[in-house]
């Protein structure tokens, strides 16, 4: 007998609760932490663009549809997926994007964590005034001696798993809601005044070239690969936390006058897009100038963020609390994207019959277990490397810049070709006939062939 899943989780109360979880999910260590470094490793302005044109035509269209196909089902991804199956009269198998995306999100809870446990320790000494009048070498040193010492690692990868489960355990919509509506403002606000910071110091100009110079002949087989995988990353796309939370929106929500409405996806899609995209730019134009100020090298690695920052802080007036405030976003952005990776295993196991609690417990011990490797990568296993680097190098691009980009193909032959083209329409509810019919064509044709095209092009160019 085939078991009935049903929904248990509860809903999002308007469109803008979803949107702000989504956004929630979406700004993180991506924008902040990885989007400048990688930008950096792999040479600015044209791997810009090629990661604005990721966003575009496969981001915003995977992203639309995540979201219907989520809704349409109402549950955790995986029984979503298998769900839309049956409904669309093709095999189960199908279920295999939500288990794909499972395993993707583990993975990168596991490393997200450890990485985002550095925001922890740098809120604990920018409040103490370790950054004040550093200079860029001493802030290199500085990161470094940190990554040198695994316990104090391990404490604050440990804290950092504690407090996200938690929230996972309390289900998404108890505390996320409110923290988000408040975070996400200041965060931006933050943001422009470290831009304004950075606008100030002679490597300005150099640093805002850096970004927007497009130099093809710059760009690699891996450049492209990673871009690819970043657009995926940064929109939380490909592995079902955005699925997760389209599962937990209305169709329908009242007006003031009492009249339902529908909520639209894709217009919900676009801001959430255009937040995330801002949030980056705005990481990099903070960035770059303090690097090229600093005479430090613009292929930092992923230590850019926590060496730049700390120069940042300690100038300019009102560094001490600005940078403690910065970094404690920094550690909110990350905590509001942890949650969502955690949160479609967590899901299926409770529609399975496991308590919440329990769920978020077992999800989070085998993530931090996992995590604990890529803790150790930057100390005890530093010299330890296979295949593309470090456990945590490989790792990170495994999940990132092969498995998210995967899951995102499968979803969008699945919304394109497979599912009944009335239930897509009829979910996504487009006022816009026209619109709707680019959404179709980028899904079915564009997005996957882009990224069949952008996967081939880079595996035959680093085997080449
Ligand atoms: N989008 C998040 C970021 O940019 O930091 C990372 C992320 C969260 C990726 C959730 C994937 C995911 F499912
Ligand atoms: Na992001």
């Known amino acids: 007998m085939k078991k009935e899943y049903k ?48 966003i575009a035509l496969m981001g915003i269209p995977i992203m639309v549809a995540e979201v219907m196909l989520g809704r349409r089902g109402g549950l955790s991804p995986i029984h979503t997926m298998s769900k839309l199956a049956e409904q669309s009269k093709v095999t189960r198998r199908w279920a295999g994007i939500g288990y794909l995306g499972a395993l993707s999100g583990f993975l990168i809870l596991s490393f997200y964590s450890a990485v985002a446990s550095w925001a922890l320790i740098y809120v604990w000494e920018a409040a103490q005034g370790v950054f004040q009048g550093i200079t860029a070498v001493q802030s290199k040193a500085h990161y470094e001696d940190m990554l040198a010492n695994p316990w104090l690692l391990l404490g604050s990868h440990t804290l950092f798993m504690v407090i996200t489960m938690g929230v996972v355990a309390l289900g998404v919509k108890q505390g996320l809601e409110r923290a988000v509506r408040v975070l996400m403002p200041v965060l931006f606000a933050l943001l422009v005044v470290l831009i304004g910071y950075a606008s100030t110091t002679p490597g300005f100009a150099e640093g805002v070239g850096f970004l927007f110079a497009f130099d093809f002949s710059k760009l690699s087989g891996e450049a492209v690969i990673v871009a690819l995988g970043q657009a995926f990353f940064t929109l939380s796309l490909g592995m079902g936390a955005i699925m997760a939370y389209g599962a937990y929106m209305p169709r329908e929500i009242k007006d003031k ?31 770059f100038p303090l ?16 060496v730049t920052l700390p120069l940042a802080f300690g100038q300019m007036p ?29 899901a299926w196991l409770v529609e399975r019959g496991l308590g919440r609690g329990t769920a978020a417990l077992a999800v989070g011990l085998a993530a931090w277990l996992l995590g604990v490797g890529s803790v150790l990568s930057f100390n005890v296993w530093k010299e330890h490397e296979f295949l593309v680097g470090t456990f945590f190098d490989n790792i990170e691009f495994l999940s990132t810049s092969v498995m998210l980009p995967l899951g995102g193909l499968l979803i969008a032959i699945f919304a394109g070709w497979v599912m009944k083209e009335t239930h897509a329409r009829k979910e996504l509810a487009m006022k816009s006939f026209p619109l709707y019919l680019i959404w179709r064509a980028l899904v079915r044709v564009v997005s996957p062939t882009a990224v069949i095209a952008l996967f081939i092009y880079s595996l035959w160019s680093v085997l080449a």
């Open 7 to 54: 929904p248990v989780h509860g809903m999002w109360t308007s469109r803008w609760v979803f949107i702000l979880a989504a956004t929630g999910s979406a700004v993180g260590l991506g924008n902040i932490w990885r989007f400048p470094y990688i930008t950096g490793e792999y040479g600015g302005g044209a791997f810009v663009v090629l990661y604005l044109l990721c």
């Open 257 to 287: 006058s009492g009249r339902s409405r529908p909520v639209s996806i894709v217009s919900s899609v676009i801001t959430i897009a255009v937040l995330d995209t801002l949030v980056a730019l705005g990481a990099g134009l903070a960035m």
């Open 291 to 306: 690097l090229f100020t600093g005479g430090l090298e613009v292929g930092q690695g992923p230590g850019m963020m926590f």
């Open 318 to 346: 009102g560094g001490l609390l600005f940078g403690t405030l910065f970094f404690v976003l920094v550690v909110c952005a990350a905590w509001s994207s942890s949650i969502s990776l955690g949160e479609p295993m967590a």
